[in-house]
């Protein structure tokens, strides 16, 4: 990251004049897509002390997305992620790619005009605001929208091998979902810590998934994932909703099962009640079953940089849509059909 020291100026620097509002999608009431987010030209955020105001050039879509609009589970809203009766924020979006237009006066990390990715707030809009430590440089070979796709889904993918499946050389390691928005950054980061990847989608997924470099695909159309006695050191459930009784018996008798993922479609547990008995069950079994709480810091997105820039990691883009549609992105990434990631151009 940048070393350059700002001077400490009493209010924001600012890259150009000041822009008084911006076109942002908006929600004020919990709903589907359709229904309840709409274009508006509203107010541009004001920037904090220790944050930059980003030109957002591409939002990524990611799954928290949906759940925050939709307002469901209720255990998000109980959990102060979300207003009790209505969305606390009207502008949806954390992943994001743009320019850095003015900086807070404690920030000291990144400089006017800098391209960056990372996570930001209310990143469906033309201008965003995200903190300095949870930004970091665009890599060098990708495009604005390429590295939208990036901060939330591959920081879930790194984490979670790394931290929780302490992924080692040689390790066999099975990917569920491996065709999703995690999934297709877990395969590639897997195979860059030298580990054996199988990838278990769905028939019309199979090729990309074995282009990304899956040394093995189960279509979980055809084969199930304990088929053939194979058993794997760490399994990275990404999507669907296994027992975990299945998903241990694909498991080694020392391995690691790591969930990351999973809707049961309930309104008030939405799939948390599995990833909760997992960590009620792995004090009591040889095996270590549980999930990951990603930690959005900046030291990872470089960790991330370091490996999409010598290509071991590219991130795979199954569709753009323009910002003013927004909704009709968030309908096809919650439709399950999309092949890596959905990103808004702004």
């Known amino acids: 990251m940048g070393t350059e020291q700002h001077s400490q100026p009493t209010e924001a ?190 028939t019309t997924k199979v090729d990309m998934v074995r282009s990304i470099g899956a040394d093995d695909v189960i279509d979980y159309t055809l084969d199930d994932i304990t088929g053939g006695g194979q058993r794997f050191d760490v399994i990275l459930d990404t999507g669907g909703n296994r027992s975990l009784t299945h998903l241990r018996r694909a498991l080694t008798p020392r391995g690691t099962l790591v969930i990351v993922g999973g809707e049961t479609g309930g309104r008030w547990l939405g799939g948390t009640d599995r990833l909760l008995r997992a960590l009620m069950l792995s004090p009591f079994v040889g095996q270590q079953l549980g999930t990951l709480m990603t930690s959005e810091n900046a030291e990872d997105l470089i960790v991330l940089t370091e490996l999409i820039e010598s290509g071991k990691v590219t991130p795979v883009i199954d569709r753009t849509y323009p910002l003013s549609e927004t909704p009709a992105a968030i309908r096809y990434m919650e439709e399950g059909h999309a092949r890596g990631k959905v990103v808004i151009t702004v």
């Not at 359709?34 to 004001?46: C, N, S």
């Open 13 to 202: 620097q600012h890259m150009t004049a000041d822009v008084p509002t911006m076109k942002a999608i908006v929600q004020d009431e919990y709903g589907q897509a359709e229904d309840v987010m709409r274009l508006e030209e509203i107010d541009r955020p004001e920037v904090g002390d220790d944050e930059v105001l980003l030109r957002v050039h591409a939002a990524g879509v990611d799954r928290g997305v949906w759940h925050l609009m939709l307002g469901m589970p209720y255990l998000l809203r109980l959990a102060g992620y979300g207003g009790v009766r209505a969305p606390k924020t009207r502008v949806r979006g954390r992943e994001v790619a743009g320019r850095v237009m003015a900086v807070g006066k404690d920030v000291s990390r990144l400089q006017l005009g800098e391209e960056v990715f990372g996570i930001g707030e209310g990143c469906f809009a033309e201008y965003a605001c995200a903190k300095q430590d949870k930004l970091a440089p665009k890599p060098r070979n990708l495009t604005f929208e390429q590295a939208a796709a990036v901060p939330v889904s591959a920081l879930a993918a790194l984490q979670s091998l790394r931290d929780r499946g302490h992924v080692q050389p040689g390790q066999k390691v099975l990917v569920i979902g491996a065709s999703g928005r995690v999934g297709t950054f877990a395969v590639q980061i897997a195979k860059a810590f030298g580990a054996d990847v199988t990838g278990v989608c769905s």
